[in-house]
């Protein structure tokens, strides 16, 4: 494999520091060469390195193009890999010429480059917005630079995220704390807490509130000092702020620092107090001595601080939050040393060069695998999933994310489009491409040459809920099959069906598709009683029985969030809406007050659908006589599987708050309020309250009593249940990449 990077040249901070060492890292593995734009530090340094690079400078961009196309047809390359706004225009030209596959790096928000320079935003900020649109793929180094993405419209299927990196092994120093210290003139006394920060001097850095912070500071302990490494524009007017602050005795401006690692080792506590930023540097080599970390809560940094753990973040510009952290870490030198090793354990293990280069490597063999492939029409998918989506609702979430990664389990680089309510929120949580489910001509327009459709989880062809909703899902069955997609129902619970006008339509158009698979034996039953015969149906189960919850550390740190002893004792509740909710709610306030005063044990209700859930428990809670606690804020479906999993049994009305127990081994009692919930429990073999309208407070609490005392029994049981549901579960992605590959059913 032959890479060729091309950048400007001018970089400086992190994404000099990025591409340096990546390019560096990956000329141990493949063929790689960068071009730069211009000379100057950049290209010495990639000299000094000892890093294949060459000086494109002849003085046009027309005549710059040129040299490199000779450099390509010379040394023949297989992938463009371009950096920064000049890079991505020359780019976008080869590409058009040579067809070689272009993939860039975001470093940053490309709106956001120019502001300073109005010729420049008009210029090269314009026609970089423009070209990237011709790229055809994006590295993000963060999370949030790839939401950023998405959000504005680039396919996420074309999106990836490469972490900056460092090298944990390199911690080479020429100077000591003290021989740093004293290159500077600094007199500090042996006891005297540094606090540093390293940074342009630019508005952006916000400087500003790292002097405002350190004003809060020496008010309280007046022996504290403060290094600022770096240097711009800013330096004169912040010198002159710091003075007005009173700071002359504790801040220190040190300017150009030659060797950042010298300045790192020297301070006690790392600091970040930028505006806007993609995921600096400064961090990454405070980890490497294992500095405690304050940083605003900016770009990607929360991927590896979480605060309060490992570290602490503030919002940008807010110096009292900063402070009070600040002089938490001066006052506590054990915190220090404990968050120190805690976000060097996390950096070095996901943060690393090692890390970073793989990932790379990873995205290159992607990228060419996917050219190497036969060429489809621009808008062809490999699947279109159709189902309540974009709803906000834990259940449905469940479904789609156990779909698609299930699917690319067998089938890595399938090429999904999700029909939505809200298609950037999809696009951002799933990493797949998503349009408007009312958007009807697009939708025709893919459907024509994309391969299969699959109406997705869930208990769509029912009219239970509205027949509105059924004939939407069944006209979209309808259309799939107009524009010849193979079609397949997917994991779903059939009815009830009442209506005998909408039987006779379900039957119509669900005996035309291809495979129909169901999540239980009920369903299997309503499609008999519909007489639906010609496609082939197979009884599987739920796609959430695959989901893996959070892991255990990241669970209890969302519950200390939210207040909640993580370490305490629960069972969970999940309810929902119901008409004739008054008595209903009366009856669940009493089962909670017995399960608290009988079990002393705590109660925690969980809502599936945010905030639509949290109404019914405010309700149910201020009929209780005892104290409950709620999961009141938005959490990812692992996030709730994970939280589920803290709880020793589990009674719901929701089918997959039951799903989710059942899947991990939690005892469950199932108060019915569709068919689909009755049709899992005794799927499962699971204890059911009966249907909400006959719920009976001295009835349940015998069957709860049962539960919770045979609970132990119950646990074994499920594991083996599960192990086959899990199975099951896999078996409709196979059926459906089998279909996309062209086998017959």
């Known amino acids: 494999m032959k890479v060729l990077h091309l950048i400007g040249g001018g970089d400086i901070g ?47 961009i027309f005549s710059d193009i040129k040299m490199v196309l000779d450099i390509i047809k010379k040394e023949g390359y297989d992938i463009i890999h371009s950096h920064g706004a000049k890079a991505n225009m020359v780019a976008v030209v080869v590409k058009k010429i040579t067809g070689l596959p272009v993939v860039t790096t975001v470093h940053s928000d490309y709106r956001l480059d120019y502001l300073q320079n109005i010729l420049k935003m008009f210029s090269f900020g314009m026609i970089n917005t423009v070209a990237l649109r011709f790229i055809d793929y994006y590295i993000a180094v963060s999370k949030n630079f790839k939401d950023m993405l998405i959000e504005r419209r680039f396919n996420p299927q074309n999106i990836f995220t490469v972490y900056n990196g460092i090298n944990f092994e390199n911690k080479t120093l020429k100077l000591t704390k003290e021989e740093f210290l004293a290159k500077y003139n600094l007199n500090f006394g042996k006891d005297d807490v540094i606090i540093g920060i390293l940074a342009r001097l630019h508005p952006v850095k916000g400087i500003s509130t790292f002097l405002q912070a350190a004003a809060e500071v020496v008010k309280v302990a007046p022996s504290v ?67 405690a970390t304050i940083s605003s809560n900016v770009g990607g940094i929360s991927d590896l601080i979480e605060s309060g753990r490992n570290g602490f973040l503030f919002e940008p510009k807010d110096y009292k939050t900063l402070a009070k952290y600040m002089l938490t870490l001066i006052n506590n030198p054990d915190l220090r040393q404990e968050m120190g090793e805690r976000i060097h354990q996390k950096a070095s293990k996901y943060f690393s060069l090692e890390n970073m280069c793989n990932t790379q490597l990873g995205i290159y063999e992607t990228i060419l695998n996917r050219r190497s492939a036969e060429k489809v029409p621009k808008n062809h998918y490999d699947a279109i999933i159709s189902g309540y ?50 958007n009807l001509i697009p939708i025709l327009y893919i459907m024509k040459n994309s391969k299969l459709f699959i109406s997705g989880g869930g208990s769509l062809i029912q009219d239970n809920t509205s027949t509105r909703s059924l004939i939407y899902y069944l006209g979209m069955i309808w259309l799939a099959k107009k524009m010849k997609m193979k079609v397949m129902i997917y994991a779903n619970g059939i009815g009830p069906l009442n209506k005998k006008n909408n039987r006779s339509l379900t039957k119509h158009v669900v005996d035309r598709v291809d495979v129909i698979t169901l999540r239980e034996e009920l369903s299997y039953k309503e499609l008999v009683s519909l007489n639906i015969s010609k496609p082939k149906i197979y009884v599987t189960a739920d796609p959430a029985f695959t989901i893996q919850p959070e892991n255990t550390e990241h669970v209890d740190g969302l519950l200390l969030d939210e207040e909640i002893n993580p370490n305490a004792r629960y069972i969970g509740i999940s309810v929902r809406k119901w008409h004739g909710h008054d008595k209903y709610e009366t009856t669940i306030a009493n089962i909670a007050d017995y399960i608290i005063e009988t079990y002393g044990i705590n109660v925690l209700f969980i809502p599936m659908h945010y905030p639509g859930d949290l109404v019914i428990i405010k309700n149910i809670q201020s009929k209780m006589k005892n104290k409950s606690y709620t999961v009141s804020k938005k959490h990812s479906v692992s996030e709730i599987l994970g939280i589920i999993g803290k709880t020793e049994m589990l009674i719901g009305m929701r089918l997959h708050a039951l799903i989710f127990a059942a899947s991990i081994g939690v005892p469950i009692v199932g108060i019915v309020y569709e068919p689909k919930v009755e049709g899992f429990l005794k799927y499962s073999n699971q204890a059911s309250l009966g249907h909400v309208n006959s719920l009976e407070f001295d009835n349940a609490i015998k069957i709860i009593d049962n539960t919770w005392n045979n609970r132990e029994q119950i646990k074994d049981q499920l594991k083996n249940t599960t192990a086959s549901l899990k199975e099951r579960a896999l078996s409709n992605a196979e059926i459906a990449v089998k279909i996309i590959e062209g086998h017959q059913f």
């Open 225 to 291: 000092r403060f290094l600022i490494a770096g240097d711009g524009d800013e330096r004169k007017a912040l010198e002159r702020k710091a003075a007005s602050l009173g700071l002359e005795k504790n801040v220190f401006f040190l300017g150009f620092i030659n060797d950042p690692l010298e300045f790192v080792n020297t301070i006690d506590i790392n600091v970040l107090t930028s505006l806007s930023e993609s995921f600096p540097y400064s961090i990454l080599e405070g980890t490497l001595f294992k500095k």
């Open 14 to 60: 992190g994404a000099k520091s990025h591409v340096l060492s990546l390019v560096k890292e990956l000329g141990k593995h493949i063929d790689v060469k960068l071009i730069s734009f211009r000379t100057g530090a950049f290209a010495d340094d990639a000299y000094a390195l000892g890093i294949n690079i060459e000086i494109v400078k002849t003085g046009t």
């Open 389 to 438: 989506y974009g709803f906000k609702n834990v259940g449905d979430d469940a479904m789609l994310m156990a779909i698609i990664d299930t699917l690319k389990m067998y089938k890595k680089d399938l090429r999904i489009l999700v029909l939505s309510k809200n298609p950037i929120e999809t696009r951002r949580i799933y990493n797949v491409d998503s349009i408007s489910r009312v």
